[in-house]
């Protein structure tokens, strides 16, 4: 504060009932010509609410990323042009890669299928984007 510049600060507090609360204080300090601290102008604001919907968030993440990652099942997340943005371990020791990153950095995730699969692959992706049903596979097994 004695560099006269605003500053922004989150901390915690005891309530007078004891809980701990989070807050975040905001403001500037006021000096004379002497550069004497006359005041210090800001707001507090509780944000215990937001600090709490934050940690949930956390721990929820977490628990699924451990679950995901520590899965013995193939975990495979996609986008449309047939990146991988996510896969476990799992995927690669089913495809015989030695680590997630190495299917992630494929171009092309249909280098992992077979090539006499992949025509059939195809038309069951490009069906299932369009929100058509795929011929002969129920929405339910489809994992293409």
Known sequence: MSTGQPYDLEFRIVHRNGDIRHVRNEGRPVFDAQRKLLSVFGISQDITERKNA???LRNSEEKFRNLIEGSRQDVVI?????????CNQASADIYGYPAPQDIMALTNSFYLIAPHDRDRLREIRETRFEDVEPPGVSSSRACA
């Open 78 to 86: 996609g986008f449309r042009n047939r990146r991988v943005l996510f």
């Open 54 to 56: 934050e940690n949930a």
